[in-house]
């Protein structure tokens, strides 16, 4: 697929058009909720990745021969969404299950005195049940390798990874094990995260593990080798001694791409593959190109859709996801239809695990396994978002502070009732066709669920003046 016609794609038409990038037959198998023998779980999770950043998702610049290959031997989701379009938000989404804004993370963690001023705890709660905790609890060796960025190492006191069920940890934006070697440069961070990951994978090889593998690339500040970006020579400057923003970029992103393969041909090498659920995908959307230093990481690509890293439109929230566990979740599927969150990421592995949710804990997300499964089962709950600054970028961009999506429609407004907007996302999901005013029913309808939503919140009543504003150069 040419970009030109990608970015052109509009409507049921844009999400159906990647059909042609997978041609592997699918084989559609109900998966009970535990299994005989608990599967390894794998999760790839890349920092600050588009949407169209990837082969697979129809970009035809960037050589990403691997991923490729795992998503036809796994299924597509072109409708996953990340529940913060900032890093610790999703992240803490990603242990929890909760929308992020519910345990008072607004924005990513920073220094103790912005966190406070922004309402915000200094590290994840370790008294809330976790993911890791949980598998542990269940039997599984449990490691996470690589970005955490959930507490530490701004504020000492917050706990290490091990304190919320890790076995095992090499990480950085912690105070737990550092995963760098000294002086390490930058083009070789992936590649340490990913020695980590399969040594612990080795050593754990029996089974059953769960291994974090959170990269920190393609976040800014990228300096991939010169050997790296030889392949994307032409997107640089010919001559003066510059590098070129895309031959920046895509570089690192073929070389995520390489290490990813490296990991899956462990899995192979072991002979452990066909028990191992594995699941790449992205925290949030691209950097805006217009970022303080993130010029190259601006080169990132959302595919058809508007908004980037740190606004709530599809943009920032809607990231790549493919799984594969061989012979449970269908090979080579594209799947248009179902709508998937980084919420729905604790009870969808616990439930392939085997593992027991306490009964009084509190979940935003549900289990969809059985739909990733190829059950043409809907989700149940509506997916929530509250993101309360100003979003990065040119106007187009900045979003209104809450969103909704339920079914097809996503509703974006203030908690005043300000910036109402509502999109068809399968007719439109560029968000340019604001349907509010013809909808009323609908938007009464969300806007009821999602303020009541909001309401819940905490510090819910003290939302800074930049959430959700315009700030327009001309006259409103």
Partial sequence: MKRRDFLKLSGASLLSAFAGALNAETSVKSVPETDAKQPNIVFFFCDDMGWGDLGCYGNDRIKTPNIDKFAKEGTLLTNFYVNSPVCSPTRASVMTGRFPAELRFFYALAAVELNKER????????????????????????????????????????????????DKSATFLSNGPFCYPPKSPEHESSMHIVNHSIKFIEENKNGPFYANVWLSEPHAILLPSEEQMEPYKKWGPAKG??????????????????????????????????????????????????????????AGSTGPFRGCKASIYEGGIRTPFVASWPGKIPAGKIDNELVLSTADLLPTFCAAAGAKLPTEMKISGENMLDSLAGSRRKRSKPIMWEYRYSSWGRHIQKSPSLAIREGKWKLLMNPDGSRVELYDLKENPGETDNKASEQPAVVRKLSKKLLAWHKTVPLSDQMPEAAGSYHYPWPK
Wanted: charge should be neutral; avoid cysteine; hydrophobic fraction near 30%.
């Fill in 241 to 298: 001694g510059y590098k070129g923003t895309m031959q920046v970029y895509y570089a690192v992103i073929s070389n995520i791409d390489k290490e990813f393969g490296r990991l899956m041909n462990k899995l192979d090498e072991l002979g452990i593959r066909d028990n191992t659920l594995v699941v790449f995908s992205s925290d949030n959307g691209p950097s805006p190109i217009w970022g303080a230093n993130t010029s190259h990481s601006g």
């Fill in 119 to 166: 309402g915000m705890p200094n590290y994840l709660n370790p008294e809330l049940p976790a993911l890791p905790r949980l598998l542990k609890q269940a039997g599984y060796a449990t490691g996470h390798f690589g970005k955490w960025h959930m507490g530490g190492p701004q504020d000492k006191t917050a706990p290490p990874p091990e304190e919320y069920g890790i």
